[in-house]
């Protein structure tokens, strides 16, 4: 083979596979689903194509329902080399005032839908566990069980499957809608830019916004913001933030563990599920080939 031939070779190999990286690194890339955080929305073993050229490079921003692919901020961030990714559905954005009573969202005070596959809580009698799981397995339900609460378990399954079984389960108290604590919230989202009077339901997040994301050092204590000593009644942000909400509401991975969302942290959007396999089942059998190539809702 002639040495001029044996160079076309290499360079086109050279080309290809800088082509491959660079679309991987600048416009869409396939990634991997964390468990725990979008089910029955997104599974475990779900491959999830990402834009990532319009929110990292094309300076575009986030849209309400939007399915977003992130760096987990630095307190989820374990003693890894590799930087984890969460996934979680954007729900407010730069100015938003965003309400949650546990089972209605509120956006700028107008109620909005709920993703139609979302985990919701319930709890059950745990001296009845057999029964409930028993009628749960027979119409073909899955459930995540979180720890438990006094002497019932703590259950997330989709309100569609509720309601399939609900009739079911008699009495009532043998599975029933709970609002948990961490979905009472409201948060006043600020524009960037935005002269923000610190109170003492938001100095917490926004000392911690300011630490993390703003470099500027400063205390929060008794609902109060400090710097070099002296109170800080009013701040600007300089970035954009976002509040982000997972569909698996048992999930901690979002906002309502982290606070609000730096752009910063943003990798793309998630645009459809390039194929799914289920790890749990042997693998000629593991293919959910009713995924391949669907857009999440």
């Not at 955080?37 to 194509?49: A, I, R, Y």
């Not at 009698?125 to 027979?138: E, G, Q």
Request: aromatic share 10%; net charge positive.
């Amino acid at each position: 083979m002639k040495r001029e031939t044996i160079r076309t070779i290499l360079v086109t190999i050279i080309l290809i596979i800088g082509g491959v990286w660079a679309i991987r690194f600048f416009v869409v890339e396939p990634y991997r689903v964390p468990a725990g955080q979008m089910e029955n929305t997104l599974l475990p073993g779900d491959q999830l194509w990402v834009d990532k050229w319009s929110l990292r490079w094309g300076n575009r921003t986030p849209d309400y329902r939007d399915l977003l692919v992130f760096e987990l901020p630095p307190l989820l961030q374990t003693q890894t080399a590799v930087t984890e990714v969460g996934v979680a559905r954007c729900i407010g954005l730069p100015g938003d005032t965003i309400r949650s009573t546990g089972n209605q969202l509120f956006i700028n005070r107008r109620a909005v839908a709920q993703p139609p596959l979302i985990l919701e809580a319930y709890l059950s009698p745990d001296s009845m566990r057999n029964d409930v799981n028993r009628t749960l397995r027979r119409n073909g339900i899955q459930l995540v069980e979180q720890g438990s609460v006094g002497s019932n378990r703590l259950l997330f399954l989709s309100r569609y499957d509720y309601e399939k079984v609900r009739k079911m389960l008699t009495p009532d108290s043998l599975l029933y809608p709970v609002f948990l604590q961490r979905d009472r919230y409201e948060i006043v989202l600020p524009a960037r830019g935005e002269s923000i009077r610190v109170t003492p339901q938001n100095a917490k997040w926004l000392a911690h916004l300011l630490n993390e994301y703003e470099n500027c050092p400063v205390t929060c204590r008794d609902g109060k913001i400090y710097k070099e000593g002296h109170e800080v009644t009013r701040c600007r942000l300089t970035r954009d933030y976002y509040w982000v909400v997972g569909d698996n509401r048992a999930g901690l991975a979002d906002s309502r563990t982290f606070g609000p969302l730096p752009h910063s942290l943003l990798i793309g959007k998630g645009l459809w599920i390039g194929y799914s396999r289920d790890a749990q089942k042997p693998f000629w059998q593991s293919f959910r080939t009713d995924r391949f190539l669907t857009r999440p809702l």
